[in-house]
C-alpha cells in the first residue's frame, strides 16, 4: 500500500473507533442500570448526555462517513474481499447511525422534556425500546469496526 492511503484507513479506523467508542461507553455505563433510575433521574441524564454529545457526535460520524466513504474510493484492489468489506463495515455503522437517528434519538428528545409532573405513563417502555436499540446500535457499531479493523491490517 502506499503511504498515503495507509494514512486514510487508519484516520478512517481511529474515527470509527471514537464512535464506537461513544456508543459502547453509553452502553457499559448506563444502559445496563437505566432500570434502577427514576423518570426524573432519567430525564437529567438525558439532558446531560445530549448537551454533551449531540453536536460533537454528529461532526465525527460524519467525518467518520467522509473518511470511510474516501478509504473506499481509494482502495487499490477493488475487486478483492478488502474493498467489499470496507463497503460492508460502512453500511454497519449508517445502519447504527439510522438506529440513532430514527429511533434513538426520538426518545431522547421526549426523555428530555420529562419533569416529575410530565412523566408519560409509558415511560417504562419508552426506556425499554431505548434500551433494545441501543443493543443494537452497539452490536451494529461493533461489528463495522471490527470488519474494518480486520480488512486494514490484513491487506
Known sequence: MHLTTDFLFIAALFTLMLVCGVFWGLYFALSRS?????????????????????????NISLFCLALMGLSIAFYPDKNSWGFYGMIASLLLIIGSLVVTTAIEIPINNQVVTWTNETVPENWQQLRGRWQYYNVVRVVLALLSFALFATVITVT
Open 34 to 58: 437505566y432500570h434502577l433510575f427514576t423518570p426524573g433521574e432519567l430525564a437529567k441524564i438525558a439532558r446531560t448526555i445530549v448537551a454533551n454529545l449531540e453536536v460533537p457526535m454528529r
